[in-house]
Nanobody
Framework: VQLQASGGGFVQAGGSLQLSCTAS????????MGWFRQGAGKERVFVAS????????NYADSVKGRFTITRDDAKNAVCLQMKDLKPEDTAVYYC????????????????????WGQGTQVTVSS
């Protein structure tokens, strides 16, 4: 599966952005999906994930209550709605897919994902 992340940009603190991850080569409806981010000079860390049905989701503590991950199977996409953005949310955001099973769970470890998009930059000014 090929993933394409989009929707990043520059926003002031307190603002909102919605990231989208679209796929080609395979339907996302049976795949676990995740979002990760990597700040400058930092490791890539987990942000949010969702299982095939959308019933199971996980969030990093730092984004709980502010970010929401959803699926749009009609568009073969997964979205990350980000609200109340903070300067510490500044990073390159990557979407990822776990294609090795049927998406029953929502993994939080980047090692559980085998396909990655190219990343989209999110910059939050104070």
């Amino acid at each position: 599966v090929q993933l394409q992340a989009s929707g990043g940009g520059f926003v002031q603190a307190g603002g909102s952005l919605q990231l989208s991850c679209t796929a080609s080569g395979r339907a996302l409806s049976t795949i676990s999906m995740g979002w990760f981010r990597q700040g400058a000079g930092k490791e890539r860390v987990f942000v949010a994930s969702i299982n095939w049905s959308g019933i199971s989701t996980n969030y990093a503590d730092s984004v709980k209550g502010r970010f929401t991950i959803t699926r749009d199977d009609a568009k073969n996409a997964v979205c990350l709605q980000m609200k109340d953005l903070k300067p510490e949310d500044t990073a390159v955001y990557y979407c990822a897919a776990r294609t090795s099973d049927y998406g029953l769970w929502a993994p939080t470890d980047r090692m559980d994902y085998d396909s990655w998009g190219q990343g989209t930059q999110v910059t939050v000014s104070s």
